[in-house]
Each structure stands twice: as structure tokens, then as C-alpha cells.
């Protein structure tokens, strides 16, 4: 096989996975039991799930910040509206979707209308969730929610193995992204427009359109994470979402999607939510401080970074 | 081409004029294209050629001017009324997306779908066939290049050029436009390149071609347009025109009045 052509990008996230499960499975007892990969899949919904946005995001060569802050922001509107303003738990769902929606609507419109650097565009959209939250909430965790808000945390048995239904809800909206990506033509201009913009609006792809509809995209998904995140949790928390923000963009480049656009699979992504998890995980299990778990994935997402750059300038 | 019934004008312009507040690209600018040559456009800087060519690509509206294509008069506002009309037009170093295929990148923004519900419903994209056509074509213009499924970035700066001019050549139905194709090349690459452009213009197009290197244009070119002061100076012809006076023309040293009458096209 000629070296070019085995998929590093690809390989690299299976191997870190498998390098970390086999790690925590030596040093830890109870790591490879089907209870605990059941929980290690629950664990990973909600950076799973922002990840397929913001994979979408880096895709076209942008990126996303405020994913954790949005997110959290639309748990506490979905939670406040179901118990203080007494909404059908369906309605309060779809109004914090589109609160979610909405703020990746506007990330998009920064960056295509008003051509800022998406970097800055969505720290400031970070701060401005952050603070929509706090003093919508007014920093109360919001409790007592009915059971539908929860529904996504219940599970069912398969082959003696409790599964949740946030589990198959994240897998089947991998699928769907994985689908539209490759089989499409909308997920090739995601590609086209991040790999050279230029030109993909030389051919005639609508770039602002394709910019403006990944943004929003991920607001929405962002919606759905913060539904399973209420789900996991049982409450709506206005400190949400602080650890996942830099945890999804961590499993998006772990996963092997280059932060230059243009080039990754969202199914790595799946891969790079894991290794996060499992890292978190068999640290948990190790009975490491969860301070630590905070720095591995911080030194995860340098390590990733710096593979993306070495291997984009050795492939030059 | 020396064929002795005279060719269809398929592309011609007339009295283009286009200013930038007190900058003036064009000023009354000519142009004639006929079927089946290859006609180089040379021109110093500042001469008007690639505003020249972006009016006829539908890049930009000139203030003043008509252009007609195949006899018709034409109104591009945009390079997509260009390419609807089936003018394609190759722009220097943007033409392709590297980390996407060569099938990806000759059907880019015009993907086939797959038929029936697969198509229509799923919107899926019929891969195959745009994998079989892209290797057909490619055969056709002899691009040897083995593997449809390839990122183009592993590709030599030569091939990717002749991709992006198979991609121009499959979809023009009239006129192929290209601007400093052979800029970036070496001497075996640029020879590619330009051996490709022949056959485009064997299989029946119109080929415009930008370019400063006049070895080059000498080398493929039926006629030269040599653009000077935001119009037309002269058309040569490069069998009986030296290079030297081809650039003198271009300078100015030698005004089109004094032009041997042997060397105009």
C-alpha cells in the first residue's frame, strides 16, 4: 500500500482509542465491563453531540467557541420555560433549540455579512451566553422537571447491557452527518468551501450560504446536546457546558478534522468524543482528581493540534 | 488554422468601455474570437487584458459596449450567465480544491444525482458516474492520470492544471477562457499543459488564452490580440510575426500603422 494512501487521519483517533481503553483496562478493574462502557457512551452525548457542530464549523475552516455557553443556555431556557412557565416539555424543548439556533445563526451572519474572524465572533458570543444564562436563571439551578425533559436518560436493555436513549439519539445523528458529508452535494461544498473558498465561488457554489447554514446547524445541534445534558443531569444548570466547550473542540481535532477546513471525517470525532471520555473515565476509575482530568485534556487538544500542523506541513 | 473557408465569429466584442473613477481599463476595446482557434491575448500591464477578459467571462458589466456570442447579443451580469451561455473560464491558481478528488473537484458545484428516490428524496450523488465520466473525459483529452478517486493535492502542479482545463473543456459548449494557465509550471509541465489546450481546441472550442510568456503563446497560439492602452493595437499572426515584434507591438516601439501587412491576422 502506498504510505500516502493509508488514512493517518482516520487510523490515528482508533489507535488513541485503543492505546487509552487498553491502558485503563490494565490498570483499572472494572474498565472493560458493559456497565461501564454503557456509562462511558451516557458520559459522551453531550461533547458527542456539540462535536458534530462544530465539526461542521471547522469543516469550512471556521470555528466555534461559544458551543458549551450555547448549549447551556438552551438547557436553562427548555428547563425555565417547562417549570416556571408551565410550557408542554415539547414546545419548551423546540423554544430552546431555537434560542441555540438562533445563536448560531447570528455566528454565521458575523462572519459572512459582517466578515469577522470567526475566532472573535464566537468569543464574544461565548461571554454574551455565558451572561444570558447567568442572569436569565439568575444563577439557579433549575430543579423539579417533568419527566419528558428526562426521557433521553432513560434506558433500555440490550443483550443484558443497559443503553440510554441519549445513546442511540447521538449515534443516529452521527449517521445522519456521516450521510449528508459523503453522499451529497450540500456536504461537498462544506468541504470545497473550507479546503479554498475561492474556488468553490468560482464554480458557483453559494459560499455565504453554505458558512451561514453550517453555523446554524450547529446552533441547532447544540439545542439538541443541551436537551441530553438536561436529560443526563435532571436539572437545568446554569454552569453547564463549561468543560464541554473546550471537550468538543478537543474530539473534533482528536478525531482528525484539520482546524485549516477542507479535510476530516465526523465520525472521528465519534472516536476523538470517546477518547475524551475514556480518558475521563478510567481517570475517575484510577481515582485521579478531577483536576487532572481538566489538565489531560488540555495537553489532548495541543497534542491533536500539533499532529494536524506537522502532518500539513510534511504533506507540503 | 489555416482552413480556407473563413471561421464562424463565435465570440465578439465591440467599443467596450470600462473606467474606475478617473482610471480608464477600457476605452473603445475590440474583440473577435472564431470557432475552433486558439487565440492568445498579450497585452503589458496595465493594458486592459484581464478587464478585457472579465467582461467577456461575465466577471464585471463594462459602462459602454456590446458583446455578442455566436451572432446573439449577450448580457452576463454574473460569471454564472457566462457559464450558462457555455463560456467556462479557468482562473489562474484558484481552480481547484486540492484535498477534494479529481471526480469531486471536475463536477464541483455541478454534481449528478443519483435517479429516482435515491436522488430525489436522500439527494444522494451518483458517484460512479461521475467517476466513470471524469475518467472518460479524461481519456478523451489524453490526461493520464490513472485514478479518478485521488485528492488532487497528490498530483504534480501540471496535472492539476490539466484537470482544472478538462474541467473548463467538459462543460464549455463554446469558449474556453484561460488566464495564465502555465504561470506556476516548469518547462515539462508547462509543455503538458499546453498540448492539452490543443487538443481542447481540436475537439472543436474556442480557446482564449491569457498569458505572458511568449513562448508559449507563440507555440499554441492560431492568432495573437495584442491589447494596448485599453484597446485593441493589432491582431498578428504568430507564423509570420517575430516574437520581437510581437513585443514591440506590445510596448508600443512599433505602432500598428507600420505593422508589415503579412504579420496581421
Request: net charge positive.
Given at each position: 500500500?502506498?504510505?500516502?494512501?493509508?488514512?493517518?487521519?482516520?487510523?490515528?483517533p482508533?489507535?488513541?482509542?485503543?492505546?487509552?481503553?487498553?491502558?485503563?483496562?490494565?490498570?483499572?478493574?472494572?474498565?472493560?465491563?458493559?456497565?461501564?462502557?454503557?456509562l462511558?457512551?451516557?458520559?459522551?452525548?453531550?461533547?458527542?453531540?456539540?462535536?458534530?457542530?462544530q465539526?461542521?464549523?471547522?469543516?469550512?475552516?471556521?470555528?466555534?467557541?461559544?458551543?458549551?455557553m450555547?448549549?447551556a443556555?438552551?438547557?436553562?431556557?427548555?428547563?425555565?420555560?417547562?417549570?416556571?412557565?408551565?410550557?408542554?416539555?415539547?414546545?419548551?424543548?423546540?423554544?430552546?433549540?431555537?434560542?441555540?439556533?438562533?445563536?448560531?445563526?447570528?455566528?454565521?451572519?458575523?462572519?459572512?455579512?459582517?466578515?469577522?474572524?470567526?475566532?472573535?465572533?464566537?468569543?464574544?458570543?461565548?461571554?454574551?451566553?455565558?451572561?444570558?444564562?447567568q442572569?436569565?436563571?439568575?444563577?439557579?439551578?433549575?430543579?423539579d422537571?417533568?419527566?419528558?425533559?428526562?426521557?433521553?436518560?432513560?434506558?433500555?436493555?440490550?443483550?443484558?447491557?443497559?443503553?440510554?436513549?441519549?445513546?442511540?439519539?447521538m449515534?443516529?445523528?452521527?449517521?445522519?452527518?456521516?450521510?449528508?458529508?459523503?453522499?451529497?452535494?450540500?456536504?461537498?461544498?462544506?468541504?470545497?468551501?473550507?479546503?479554498?473558498?475561492?474556488?468553490?465561488?468560482?464554480?458557483?457554489?453559494?459560499?455565504?450560504?453554505?458558512?451561514?447554514?453550517?453555523?446554524?446547524?450547529?446552533?441547532?445541534?447544540?439545542?439538541?446536546?443541551?436537551?441530553?445534558?438536561?436529560?443526563?443531569?435532571?436539572?437545568?444548570?446554569?454552569?453547564?457546558?463549561?468543560?464541554?466547550?473546550?471537550?468538543?473542540?478537543?474530539?473534533?481535532?482528536?478525531g482528525?478534522?484539520?482546524?485549516?477546513?477542507?479535510?476530516?471525517?465526523?465520525?472521528?470525532?465519534?472516536?476523538g468524543?470517546?477518547?475524551?471520555?475514556?480518558?475521563?473515565?478510567?481517570?475517575?476509575?484510577?481515582?485521579?482528581?478531577?483536576?487532572?482530568?481538566?489538565?489531560?485534556?488540555?495537553?489532548?487538544?495541543?497534542?491533536?493540534?500539533?499532529?494536524?500542523?506537522l502532518?500539513?506541513?510534511?504533506?507540503? | 488554422?489555416?482552413?480556407?473557408?473563413?471561421?464562424r465569429?463565435?465570440?465578439?466584442?465591440?467599443?467596450?468601455?470600462?473606467?474606475?473613477?478617473?482610471?480608464?481599463?477600457?476605452?473603445?476595446?475590440?474583440?473577435?474570437?472564431?470557432?475552433?482557434?486558439?487565440?492568445?491575448?498579450?497585452?503589458?500591464?496595465?493594458?486592459?487584458?484581464?478587464?478585457?477578459?472579465?467582461?467577456?467571462?461575465?466577471?464585471?458589466?463594462?459602462?459602454?459596449?456590446?458583446?455578442?456570442?455566436?451572432?446573439?447579443?449577450?448580457?452576463?451580469?454574473?460569471p454564472?450567465?457566462?457559464?450558462?451561455?457555455?463560456?467556462?473560464?479557468?482562473?489562474?491558481?484558484?481552480?481547484?480544491?486540492?484535498?477534494?478528488?479529481?471526480?469531486?473537484?471536475?463536477?464541483?458545484?455541478?454534481?449528478?444525482?443519483?435517479?429516482?428516490?435515491?436522488?430525489?428524496v436522500?439527494?444522494?450523488?451518483?458517484k460512479?458516474?461521475?467517476?466513470?465520466?471524469?475518467a472518460a473525459?479524461?481519456?478523451e483529452?489524453?490526461?493520464?492520470?490513472?485514478?479518478?478517486?485521488?485528492?488532487?493535492?497528490?498530483?504534480?502542479?501540471?496535472?492539476?492544471?490539466?484537470?482544472?482545463?478538462?474541467?473548463?473543456?467538459?462543460?464549455?459548449?463554446?469558449v474556453?477562457?484561460?488566464?495564465?494557465?502555465?504561470?506556476?509550471?516548469?518547462?515539462?509541465?508547462?509543455?503538458?499543459?499546453l498540448?492539452?489546450?490543443?487538443?481542447?481546441?481540436?475537439?472543436?472550442?474556442?480557446?482564449?488564452?491569457?498569458?505572458?510568456?511568449?513562448?508559449?503563446?507563440?507555440?499554441?497560439?492560431?492568432?495573437?490580440?495584442?491589447?494596448?492602452l485599453?484597446?485593441?493595437?493589432?491582431?498578428?499572426?504568430?507564423?509570420?510575426?517575430?516574437?520581437?515584434?510581437?513585443?514591440a507591438?506590445?510596448t508600443?516601439?512599433l505602432p500598428?500603422?507600420?505593422?508589415?501587412?503579412?504579420?496581421?491576422?
Open positions: 500500500m502506498n504510505p500516502r494512501s493509508v488514512p493517518w487521519a482516520q487510523l490515528g482508533l489507535l488513541a482509542l485503543l492505546f487509552a481503553s487498553g491502558f485503563f483496562a490494565a490498570t483499572t478493574e472494572h474498565f472493560f465491563s458493559g456497565p461501564n462502557l454503557s462511558i457512551l451516557q458520559q459522551v452525548t453531550v461533547v458527542g453531540v456539540i462535536a458534530i457542530g465539526t461542521l464549523v471547522i469543516l469550512t475552516a471556521g470555528i466555534d467557541l461559544s458551543c458549551g450555547v448549549m443556555l438552551g438547557g436553562i431556557v427548555m428547563t425555565k420555560l417547562a417549570v416556571e412557565a408551565g410550557l408542554p416539555a415539547p414546545l419548551a424543548v423546540l423554544a430552546g433549540v431555537a434560542v441555540t439556533t438562533l445563536f448560531g445563526l447570528a455566528n454565521g451572519l458575523l462572519v459572512t455579512r459582517v466578515r469577522l474572524p470567526a475566532f472573535i465572533v464566537t468569543l464574544g458570543t461565548y461571554n454574551i451566553a455565558f451572561a444570558v444564562t442572569l436569565y436563571s439568575g444563577s439557579q439551578t433549575v430543579t422537571l417533568p419527566a419528558a425533559l428526562t426521557a433521553l436518560g432513560n434506558t433500555f436493555t440490550l443483550g443484558g447491557t443497559e443503553v440510554a436513549f441519549g445513546t442511540v439519539l449515534l443516529g445523528l452521527y449517521a445522519l452527518a456521516w450521510f449528508v458529508l459523503r453522499e451529497t452535494a450540500a456536504g461537498r461544498h462544506v468541504y470545497a468551501v473550507g479546503n479554498n473558498a475561492e474556488a468553490a465561488r468560482l464554480v458557483g457554489i453559494p459560499v455565504q450560504r453554505v458558512l451561514l447554514a453550517a453555523y446554524a446547524l450547529a446552533g441547532a445541534l447544540y439545542g439538541i446536546a443541551s436537551l441530553l445534558s438536561v436529560a443526563r443531569t435532571g436539572v437545568g444548570d446554569p454552569n453547564a457546558g463549561q468543560t464541554e466547550n473546550l471537550e468538543a473542540i478537543t474530539a473534533v481535532v482528536l482528525g478534522t484539520s482546524l485549516f477546513g477542507g479535510r476530516g471525517v465526523v465520525v472521528g470525532s465519534l472516536l468524543a470517546l477518547v475524551v471520555g475514556v480518558f475521563r473515565n478510567g481517570l475517575t476509575l484510577m481515582g485521579v482528581s478531577s483536576v487532572y482530568q481538566v489538565l489531560v485534556t488540555g495537553i489532548l487538544v495541543i497534542v491533536a493540534v500539533a499532529v494536524d500542523q502532518s500539513r506541513r510534511a504533506s507540503q | 488554422m489555416n482552413t480556407s473557408r473563413p471561421a465569429v463565435v465570440l465578439q466584442a465591440t467599443g467596450l468601455v470600462k473606467r474606475y473613477g478617473h482610471v480608464t481599463a477600457l476605452d473603445g476595446a475590440d474583440f473577435e474570437l472564431r470557432s475552433g482557434e486558439i487565440l492568445a491575448v498579450i497585452g503589458d500591464n496595465g493594458a486592459g487584458k484581464s478587464t478585457l477578459v472579465k467582461a467577456l467571462s461575465g466577471a464585471l458589466r463594462p459602462d459602454a459596449g456590446e458583446i455578442a456570442l455566436d451572432g446573439r447579443r449577450a448580457h452576463f451580469r454574473s454564472l450567465d457566462a457559464r450558462r451561455a457555455g463560456i467556462e473560464t479557468l482562473h489562474q491558481d484558484l481552480a481547484v480544491a486540492p484535498a477534494l478528488t479529481i471526480a469531486e473537484n471536475l463536477y464541483l458545484g455541478r454534481e449528478l444525482r443519483r435517479a429516482g428516490f435515491a436522488g430525489r436522500l439527494r444522494m450523488l451518483d460512479r458516474r461521475m467517476r466513470d465520466e471524469s473525459r479524461m481519456a483529452l489524453q490526461v493520464g492520470i490513472p485514478s479518478m478517486t485521488q485528492p488532487v493535492e497528490t498530483l504534480s502542479g501540471g496535472q492539476r492544471q490539466c484537470v482544472a482545463v478538462a474541467r473548463a473543456a467538459t462543460f464549455a459548449t463554446h474556453v477562457i484561460m488566464d495564465e494557465p502555465t504561470a506556476a509550471l516548469g518547462v515539462k509541465e508547462s509543455a503538458m499543459v498540448d492539452l489546450i490543443r487538443r481542447v481546441r481540436d475537439r472543436g472550442l474556442a480557446v482564449v488564452l491569457i498569458s505572458h510568456n511568449m513562448p508559449h503563446v507563440f507555440e499554441v497560439a492560431d492568432r495573437i490580440h495584442v491589447a494596448r485599453g484597446r485593441r493595437c493589432a491582431v498578428l499572426n504568430p507564423k509570420k510575426t517575430a516574437m520581437r515584434d510581437a513585443v507591438v506590445m508600443g516601439a500598428p500603422e507600420r505593422i508589415p501587412a503579412e504579420c496581421v491576422a
